[in-house]
């Protein structure tokens, strides 16, 4: 029973940490690439749907993007939802395919980025802080309902704090990567 929670919280805590990666994608740093354009939603027909299943991408240039509609009726809408996005970027419409340019990044611009990424990090690591309350909980009501021993139960939380803290660095880690390849000129 006790393995059970521990490996539920690690299993939770890997997707708390992917997540925060996925993040971490979307931040730009110095060249443009595809993932910048995961988490943009457009109308189609009604139905909001993800960018990658209306159109495909390619990165001709380091700060050009190519945005090709597998549906032409789609343009407008996925110019849209490009415009309307964080990203920072206006889009332009040839007939054929939808160019994005992305200006080169300033100074302040960088710093602005960093404090979302540090942002980004704080909410995975408080998502991971969140998921050993819950599987400490867990561990408590087991004990309280006689399911397990005191000792068993102490064993657990040290080992549930070491996973917690090997979660957090790899967050921590994650976050200096991407500092240094934003502050990168």
Not at 144 to 169: N, W
Request: hydrophobic share 35%; proline share 4%.
């Amino acid at each position: 029973m006790i393995n059970d929670i521990l490996n539920e919280a690690d299993g939770k805590m890997d997707k708390s940490v992917e997540a925060t990666r996925e993040e971490f994608a979307a931040i730009r740093a110095g060249r443009a690439h595809p993932s910048m354009f995961n988490k943009i939603v457009a109308e189609y027909y009604g139905t909001p749907t993800p960018l990658q299943q209306l159109a495909s991408f390619t990165a001709p240039e380091a700060r050009v993007i190519l945005i090709q509609p597998y549906d032409q009726s789609a343009m407008q809408a996925i110019e849209k939802a490009i415009r309307d996005s964080d990203l920072g970027v206006n889009p332009a419409d040839d007939g054929k395919v939808i160019r994005c340019v992305f200006p080169e990044l300033t100074e302040e611009r960088r710093k602005e980025y960093i404090k979302v990424a540090r942002g980004k990090a704080e909410d995975g690591r408080v998502a991971v802080r969140n998921l050993r309350r819950t599987a400490k909980q867990s561990l408590e009501k087991l004990e309280k309902d006689g399911e397990a021993g005191k000792d068993d139960v102490a064993g657990a939380e040290k080992r549930l704090d070491a996973t917690t803290k090997k979660h957090t660095d790899a967050i921590d880690e994650m976050l200096k990567n991407k500092e240094a390849e934003l502050l990168e000129v």
